[in-house]
């Protein structure tokens, strides 16, 4: 595990070798996400990605997940606030990328990490944007769903399957602060300050290449998401997977790579 320092907070690294002459891949995690919850079931799927496209890639944990600094008194004065993710696209990528040398990459991001490519994509140049289940503004669905992950968290037994490890231990697995990472972004999406997040206006000013990817399945967004994408940026092209919910990379890999190596294959 590697750890850089970023605007005075530890963040945890991976990075994965490819071709210095393409743009790197950059993974941007979910709301409960970490380096290592991009590898799952066995499968290590920003290792096969970088594989089929040949780029090189960089993973890091945002503050208060996986291995990186936890956030103090999270649910008091650490607490997020609405603007949590325009802060990490405006403030803290820019900075990594800076330290790392790493210069209009291309961004890949997963739900809250999609979101925060797309804010980032919005302010400074990228060679492209890959947004797997974005969210642009918020919906009764995510709300809903986010609520019903604070009771099963709450009550610490198992989750949606029955004898399967509770939602806690298996957050464990990923993260050094359990209840730092969850409650960081449960907080913030149950508040009432944060039903009125909408990206649709800055979506607008992305003008590089750009991959909308959502299941049909998803519980945490309907397809509306990609919906506001696209008339936001006409560019944009989509993938809807059946058999799908919230996470293509885990729910669909094998269509979710294909798709993404397509899409970036005639671009620098």
């Not at 289940?133 to 669905?141: G, I, K």
């Not at 939602?167 to 009432?192: K, M, T």
């Not at 940026?233 to 979710?256: N, V």
């Amino acid at each position: 595990m590697m750890k850089i320092s970023i605007n005075g907070s530890q963040l945890e690294l991976r990075q994965i070798t490819g071709s210095a002459s393409l743009a790197p891949l950059v993974f941007l995690h979910e709301g409960l996400g970490s380096v290592s919850q991009w590898t799952q079931r066995g499968l290590d799927w920003p290792q096969a990605l970088c594989a089929v496209t040949g780029r090189a890639a960089l993973l890091y944990s945002r503050r208060g997940y996986g291995q990186s600094e936890p956030v103090p008194d999270v649910r008091g004065a650490g607490h997020l606030g609405p603007d949590y993710m325009h802060r990490e696209a405006w403030e803290v990528l820019p900075a990594l990328l800076e330290a790392l040398q790493l210069d209009q990459p291309v961004l890949l991001g997963h739900s809250d990490g999609a979101t925060i490519a797309l804010l980032h994509a919005s302010r400074y140049p990228v060679t492209a944007c890959v947004a797997m289940a974005p969210h642009v503004l918020v919906e009764e669905l995510a709300v809903a769903s986010i609520a019903q992950a604070r009771k099963v968290f709450e009550a610490g037994g198992p989750g949606d399957q029955i004898g399967r490890a509770s939602l806690r231990e298996r957050l464990a697995r990923h993260h050094a602060d359990v209840d730092g990472a969850f409650w960081q972004w449960n907080d913030v999406w149950l508040s009432p300050a944060f039903r009125s997040f909408d990206i649709r206006a800055e979506c607008r000013a992305i003008s590089a290449p750009l991959l909308l990817i959502q299941g049909l399945n998803d519980e945490y967004g309907t397809l509306r998401q990609l919906d506001e994408i696209a008339l936001a940026a006409p560019q944009a092209r989509q993938l809807r997977l059946a058999a799908c919910g919230h996470s293509p990379q885990r729910d669909q890999p094998d269509k979710s790579l294909q798709a993404i190596a397509d899409f970036l294959k005639d671009l620098p």
